[in-house]
């Protein structure tokens, strides 16, 4: 099941949470990027430096491009996180 979609201003990337298998827990947030042809690459999980064993989700991206927020239950209850989104630059190169 995926769930609360993010594209990007430019629409280079969509980001999204999913519960599918080979997560990290409940929850993932996942992205796939656009390629030039207009297809989509296969959705990759952000990895445990975002994705807990709870609920992850939520995702969405600061006006400037800076800054990646998601929605967390990691600490029992449901909080807001905020990373540097290089995090998902990393896995635009595979």
């Known amino acids: 099941m995926d769930g609360a979609p993010f594209v990007s201003p430019d ?3 969509l ?3 999913s519960f599918r298998p080979g997560g990290f827990g409940d929850f993932d947030i996942y992205i796939s990027f656009k390629r030039e042809d207009d297809s ?12 807990s064993p709870a ?3 939520s ?7 800076r800054f990646l927020f998601f ?5 029992g209850i449901g909080e807001f996180f905020w990373v ?8 635009r190169q595979r």
């Open 55 to 57: 609920r992850d989700g």
């Open 15 to 17: 980001l999204f949470e």
């Open 71 to 75: 929605m967390s239950r990691r600490n």
């Open 40 to 51: 989509w690459t296969p959705a990759q999980n952000l990895g445990e430096s975002i994705n």
């Open 59 to 65: 995702p969405f991206v600061s006006a400037d491009g």
């Open 84 to 91: 540097d989104t290089s995090v998902m630059d990393s896995l």
């Open 11 to 13: 629409g280079s990337y």
